[in-house]
């Protein structure tokens, strides 16, 4: 059973629209998740980390936090093509033995 | 800050050879997690080490091993190479435990031929 799922890319959005990413998670006890992009052949970028209910907002990014769901996503305003990626979503892992269990990354593409 | 560092970038390997990459975390970071990247199973965690000690494994053959030096530098050693090695492998560094944000290295590709 995987503990961390995204939604199934890829996404694409026109120039200046808001991009809306989604992951679930197995974990009720979760405390903490983290955004990660990650270009084409590049190495994953930390974005945004969230820890509590709730929106956390960072510029254009917001991480919002639904414990009672279990659901984390990650809404990008006003997309920029520079936005195009593949983004990853975060949590604690537990039956893996591992303490941090990656999504399987959703594509972005934001069209000009 | 100096961010995570990882040589080499590249190496190419025939199966049956040995490998040892190598990672600088962030100073002042005492973990290191190591991962691999493959297409189709995504970014799997192999262990992470902290103060020198192993801390958590995944689910990987005995032939991936690791090791972190008192300096927090870590190494990763994979024997024996198979074909399905072939991957981009990823060290991330936290400041404590693995629950803190991990930053990433550029990583190190991984080609067996």
């Known amino acids: 059973q995987k503990e961390v799922e995204q939604n199934s890319g890829p996404l694409s959005v026109p120039e200046g629209a808001i991009a809306s990413l989604n992951c679930t998670y197995s974990?009720?006890?979760?405390?903490?998740f983290f955004w990660y992009r990650q270009y084409s052949g590049k190495s994953p970028e930390l974005i945004m980390s969230?820890?509590?209910?709730g929106d956390k907002e960072d510029g254009r990014f917001t991480a919002q936090l639904n414990k009672a769901s279990q659901y984390v996503s990650l809404l990008i305003r006003d997309s920029q093509p520079s936005d195009s990626a593949t983004y990853l979503c975060a949590g604690p892992g537990e039956t893996s033995g591992s303490r941090l269990t990656f999504g399987e990354g959703t594509q972005l593409t934001v069209n000009p | 800050k100096a961010g995570v560092t990882q040589t080499p970038r590249y190496l190419i390997k025939t199966r049956g050879q040995q490998v040892t990459l190598s990672c600088s975390p962030i100073s002042g970071h005492r973990s290191v997690s190591w991962y691999q990247q493959t297409p189709g199973q995504g970014l799997q965690f192999l262990f992470e080490y902290f103060s020198e000690t192993q801390r958590n494994k995944g689910n990987f053959p005995g032939r991936f091993s690791g090791r972190q030096f008192s300096n927090s530098r870590s190494e990763m050693n994979v024997s024996t190479l198979e074909l399905g090695d072939s991957a981009l492998y990823l060290c991330?560094?936290?400041?404590?435990?693995?629950?803190?944000?991990?930053?990433f290295g550029p990583g190190t590709r991984l080609t067996v031929l």
């Open positions: 991330a560094s936290s400041f404590g435990s693995s629950y803190n944000e991990q930053f």
């Open positions: 974990d009720r006890g979760s405390q903490s």
């Open positions: 969230i820890y509590s209910n």
